[in-house]
């Protein structure tokens, strides 16, 4: 494919798996049915927080706000994706380019801090359960959630105008199937020492430092888990805590895989699967996660679909 055509300033190439056709037929039907099964899942994991008041509690306001990130970030990235991966066109507006970047760096950044305070939600809630309504309160899990989006805006904002500033000399051409920010300054034709070293000073504040918590709290939580005496209890703070330990296990594994090494480090095609597991794979995981692994959530799940709120047991300490 030839792409002399394409050598605009406003537009960029992106070549994806462009050299294997049959590659990107397969790939443009598993990233649909992927990208179909994030929309439902998590859809259904917020409307059925919202509408069942036994869910109107802390973890599944966290929760909920998860979710809402998924489809956020899935669709800033997949309906462009599925363009490229289908028609001949494999370009994409300066405009567009610069939307997706602020807004992948902004929720993929979002989610890593999330997670974290997802932790801290689990930790008190297995180590401090007796005042666990009273630390988590409804005030205090809005100004994390808050700071989380805030915190994340700041980077992606940071990051990402000083991507686009870099001076490419006529080079538009981006081997990946999207604009992600290493590829970009892969393309910039000055030396990049700073800004790679600035991407990886906020990588440790966005992705190590929240990893080094959820660690620490879960650290705790192994500890108060093994004083429980009934094995019962055991086994109910095991499965309170099981399903985000997996989450975190899948994000920061290929988070960290892709942002803090080296960056030649990775063939090429390696990081554009690693990049598709992350944004396809990861999001439409995480409500089959927590709702395989809570039965309250799938009895809910099952009455959204039969139509039969009624049945379900109205309670909940807090409202959210």
Known sequence: MRYNNYSSPDKFILLGFSDHPGLEMVLSGIVTVFYLITLVGNTAVILVSLLYPQFHTPMYFFLRNLSFLDLCFTTSIIPQMLVNLWGQDKTISYVGCAMQLY???WFGSAECLLLSVMSYDRFTAVCKPLHYLII??????????????????????????????????????????????????????????????????????????????ILMSYVFIAKAVLRIKSAVGQKKAVNTCGSHLTVVSNFYGTIIYMYMQPGDSASKDQDKFLTLFYTIATPSLNPIIYTLRNKDMKGAMKRLVWRDKGSLEIGGHLKF
């Not at 904002?157 to 999207?178: A, S, Y």
């Open 103 to 105: 807004s992948y760096m």
């Open 136 to 213: 988590m309160n409804p005030q205090v899990c809005l100004q994390m959630v808050s700071a989380a989006w805030g915190i994340s805006l700041a980077n992606s904002v940071m990051l990402c105008t000083l991507t686009l500033k870099l001076p490419r000399c006529g080079n538009h051409i981006l081997e990946h199937f999207l604009c992600e920010l290493p590829t970009l300054v892969k393309i910039a034709c000055i030396e990049t020492t700073t800004i790679e070293m600035t991407v990886f000073a906020l990588g440790i504040v966005i992705i190590l430092i929240p990893l080094s918590l």
